[in-house]
């Protein structure tokens, strides 16, 4: 998927554990997002970053942390894992020099019990 | 409050016949808007973007179609295929915000 990975690609939490998704990408851009897909609610923007040190909230922020030290990495972490956060993750980035473009990576599919 | 809505959540259509998927959005400032495509355990694949100055945009067997005095756009393929079966979602963003904000989904199936 145009060069954006995801680790890992399944995971079973217990309610209150903690987690971070990994996700990368080798087309050197400097836009990377986090979203979550849910059944009937379609794909919601949880964080994104315009460059390394800057990050922003989406739609749907709260429970979820950022951060942006590398143009590559831009890990989704989870720090208190609550059910209602049972969703698919995807990471995307462009892979132009343009930001409308977005492709994403393959997906996380977490489970918190 | 949901800016980007698709009313539709399925879609049936026969091989070869025309497939059109909606959208509507509410915020004016969206200045291009997209179609993804995503299989089961995949993510989404780019499809098509048009840009708000234009009105139609074709690559293909896909066509976007953009109404910006009704805030409505869709998507059109001709002819459809069983493998153009999947979910398709709208998307619309802003360059000033750099935020992509997708619909709800709208199921395709192509049947023989």
């Known amino acids: 998927n145009a060069g954006v990975t995801q680790t890992p690609k399944f995971q079973v939490l217990k309610t209150g554990q903690s987690m971070t998704l990994q996700c990368a990408q080798d087309m050197n851009h400097e836009y990377m997002s986090w979203y979550r897909q849910d059944p009937g609610m379609g794909l919601r923007l949880i964080h994104y970053?315009?460059?390394?040190?800057?990050?922003d909230q989406g739609e749907v922020p709260n429970g979820y942390n950022v951060s942006r030290s590398t143009t590559e990495d831009f890990p989704l972490r989870l720090l208190s894992a609550a059910p209602s956060q049972t969703s698919v993750y995807f990471c995307?980035?462009?892979?132009?020099?343009?930001?409308?473009?977005?492709?994403f990576g393959p997906g996380t599919r977490l489970t918190v019990l | 409050d949901q800016q980007v809505k698709q009313n539709s959540p399925s879609l049936s259509v026969q091989e070869g016949r025309i497939s059109i998927l909606n959208c509507d959005y509410t915020?004016?400032?969206?200045?291009?808007f997209l179609w993804y495509k995503k299989y089961p355990a995949e993510g989404p694949t780019f499809l098509i973007s048009i840009s708000s100055i234009k009105d139609k945009n074709e690559d293909g067997r896909f066509t976007v179609f953009l109404n910006k005095s009704a805030k409505h756009l869709s998507l059109h393929i001709v002819p459809s295929q069983p493998g153009d079966s999947a979910v398709y979602f709208c998307a619309a963003g802003s360059r000033v915000t750099d935020k992509l904000i997708f619909g709800t989904g709208t199921r395709l199936q192509v049947f023989p």
């Open positions: 995307a980035s462009p892979a132009g020099p343009r930001t409308d473009t977005q492709y």
């Open positions: 915020n004016s400032m969206f200045d291009y």
């Open positions: 970053s315009v460059g390394a040190g800057i990050t």
